[in-house]
């Protein structure tokens, strides 16, 4: 299942979590990042960027007395994350899915 993950050091990260005991497993990880734009530097955007991309696989295994919290994404973000890293199935809601204020950076 998709879920975003709050790490004791503060990073969030959004993939496809499965457990095994007391390690959380998180397949094709990403970072959430707040970007904000230039000609607008006082609103701010949402960013996924790979995380750990560099690992075997690209897997991470996350102790879980290193994670705060846990929630479900919101439509809009599953749907984009999903589009790049998952099956590319989407959620449909009465908007259009393509529509997001998120952007996603690398892959």
Do not use: R
């Not at 005991?21 to 996924?48: E, F, N, R, Y």
């Not at 960027?49 to 929630?71: D, L, M, Q, V």
């Amino acid at each position: 299942m998709i879920k975003v993950i709050k790490l004791i050091t503060g990073e969030e990260v959004v993939g496809e979590v499965s457990y095994d005991g007391t390690t959380v497993i998180v397949d094709k990880p990403c970072a959430v990042m707040l970007v904000s734009a230039k000609s607008t530097p006082d609103q701010h955007s949402m960013a996924l960027i790979p995380y750990a991309a560099y690992t075997n696989g690209h897997t991470i295994k996350i102790k879980e007395s290193s994670i705060i919290w846990e929630a479900d994404l919101q439509e809009d973000v599953y749907n984009q994350y999903n589009m790049l890293f998952g099956t590319g199935i989407q959620i449909l809601t009465g908007k259009n899915p393509n529509t997001s204020s998120l952007n996603i950076v690398g892959n």
